[in-house]
């Protein structure tokens, strides 16, 4: 079993920067990969970031290259998500998600899920 919790979000200007945190426990995390998806109200869900846990290697849609960046702690198994540039479409609850099927786009590929973290960026 896999605990995730997120936190760091909250209210921003456009423009302005957060720094997403997810904090993982109950497992080694060897083989894993660690995402960030994020849900808007009425709309899906939303592929954001990932990383593969041993190598580091990020993966990004193209939408996020250049403003999100992801990175991970090893010594306080932390996975971060760094936003600049944010945009009032940004708006979203934002979540944690770990699986070992590899790094991932879709949603149904994670196993763990955190609840959630709330981002809204003011006009």
């Known amino acids: 079993q896999v605990q995730l919790v997120e936190s760091g979000g909250g209210l921003v200007q456009t423009g302005g920067s957060l720094r997403l945190s997810c904090a993982a426990s109950?497992?080694?995390?060897?083989?894993?990969?660690m995402a960030w998806f994020r849900q808007a109200l009425g709309k899906e869900r939303e592929f954001v970031s990932a990383?593969?846990?041993?190598?580091?290697?990020?993966d990004y849609p193209d939408s996020k290259k250049g403003r999100f960046t992801i990175s991970r702690d090893n010594a306080k198994n932390t996975v971060h998500l760094q936003m600049n540039s944010l945009k009032p479409e940004d708006t979203a609850v934002y979540y944690c998600?770990?699986?070992?099927?590899?790094?991932?786009?879709?949603?149904?590929?994670?196993?763990?899920w955190g609840q959630g973290t709330q981002v809204t960026v003011s006009s």
């Open positions: 990383i593969d846990w041993m190598s580091g290697r990020p």
């Open positions: 998600a770990a699986g070992r099927s590899g790094v991932l786009q879709t949603a149904k590929s994670y196993d763990y």
């Open positions: 109950g497992s080694t995390f060897s083989g894993y990969a």
